[in-house]
């Protein structure tokens, strides 16, 4: 597993869900799991996932990054 940690809550929901509308299951993860301040996305990579779903993960979460700036 990978985690992001995105600080607010908010946050992490608001990428999760964006993810999710991108065909992308990674799921959010908010107190009481992980410490206040500190949600965060968890990234579960598996034997099965394919160059193509690796190279979508990395641009969706490239645009979202982008788009905080």
Same mark, same amino acid.
């Given at each position: 597993?990978?985690? %992001? %940690?995105?600080? *607010?809550? $908010?946050?992490?929901? $608001?990428?999760?869900?964006?993810? +999710?509308?991108?065909? /992308?299951?990674?799921?959010?993860? #908010?107190? *009481? !799991? %992980?410490?206040? &301040?500190? @949600? #965060? +996305?968890?990234?579960? /990579?598996?034997? &099965?996932? !394919?160059?193509?779903? /690796?190279? @979508? /993960?990395?641009?969706?979460?490239?645009? +979202?990054? $982008? $788009? #905080? #700036?």
């Amino acid at each position: 597993m990978i985690p %992001v %940690v995105l600080g *607010p809550n $908010e946050r992490a929901m $608001e990428w999760m869900d964006r993810l +999710l509308r991108a065909g /992308l299951f990674v799921p959010g993860i #908010r107190p *009481p !799991t %992980v410490p206040d &301040g500190s @949600a #965060r +996305l968890r990234i579960s /990579l598996q034997a &099965g996932h !394919t160059d193509e779903h /690796l190279d @979508a /993960l990395v641009d969706a979460c490239a645009k +979202l990054m $982008e $788009e #905080r #700036r």
